[in-house]
T-cell receptor, first 114, second 115 residues
Framework: NAGVMQNPRHLVRRRGQEARLRCSPMKGHSHVYWYRQLPEEGLKFMVYLQKENIIDESGMPKERFSAEFPKEGPSILRIQQVVRGDSAAYFC????????????FGPGTRLTVL | DAKTTQPPSMDCAEGRAANLPCNHSTISGNEYVYWYRQIHSQGPQYIIHGLKNNETNEMASLIITEDRKSSTLILPHATLRDTAVYYCIVRVASISSGSARQLTFGSGTQLTVLP
């Protein structure tokens, strides 16, 4: 059973470009979480999604950031018009929901904004 | 979710037991204690969780005090690969559909296993 997959593992963007980060949850998992870890800081929750629904986006910046988890395909975290402060490691986690609450994390995408 | 307090760093000799403490004095009756770890640059890894009783799995043991205000994660025979930041997290573990919740990570404890 493959774990949570994220791609790309490393992404370099210039200021003003768009960044798209993908997350494929573990098989059978319908809940996806995105976290951000700024350099030398702890992980911060961004958004929680179920298939086709955003459940909690309280940690998402108000502008430029969006997330989706379509019926088919991976979850996407999209950052428009990136700035240097967006440089961070972005981790996706998934869980089966219902009685299971452990979250299983992917390897992360390291975004560098030049 | 209740706040947790952990020492910022600890050392442990390879092969010895590593005991990582966590204080959660404001924990509520329906909140679980979770432990995750993050090995440098990798995604966090679930270790163990518990409510009242002590728990053990293939990775570690979790000892929760009777008043539930503190707990200890025990790695029985630490290896160099156990060097990581260990996070103690307290949160409600809901079982109803659609109510799984975010994890709130603090600063954690940097455990360094020494050869």
């Amino acid at each position: 059973n493959a774990g949570v997959m994220q791609n790309p593992r490393h992404l370099v963007r210039r200021r003003g470009q768009e960044a798209r980060l993908r997350c494929s949850p573990m098989k059978g998992h319908s809940h996806v979480y995105w976290y951000r870890q700024l350099p030398e800081e702890g992980l911060k929750f961004m958004v929680y999604l179920q298939k086709e629904n955003i459940i909690d986006e309280s940690g998402m910046p108000k502008e430029r950031f969006s997330a989706e988890f379509p019926k088919e395909g991976p979850s996407i975290l999209r950052i428009q018009q990136v700035v240097r402060g967006d440089s961070a490691a972005y981790f996706c986690a998934s869980s089966p929901g219902l009685s299971y609450n452990e979250q299983f994390f992917g390897p992360g995408t390291r975004l560098t904004v030049l | 979710d209740a706040k947790t307090t952990q020492p910022p760093s600890m050392d442990c000799a390879e092969g010895r037991a590593a005991n990582l403490p966590c204080n959660h004095s404001t924990i509520s009756g329906n909140e679980y204690v979770y432990w995750y770890r993050q090995i440098h640059s990798q995604g966090p890894q679930y270790i163990i969780h518990g409510l009242k009783n002590n728990e053990t799995n293939e990775m570690a043991s979790l000892i929760i005090t009777e008043d539930r205000k503190s707990s200890t994660l025990i790695l029985p025979h630490a290896t160099l690969r156990d060097t990581a930041v260990y996070y103690c997290i307290v949160r409600v573990a809901s079982i109803s559909s659609g109510s799984a919740r975010q994890l709130t990570f603090g600063s954690g404890t940097q455990l360094t296993v020494l050869p």
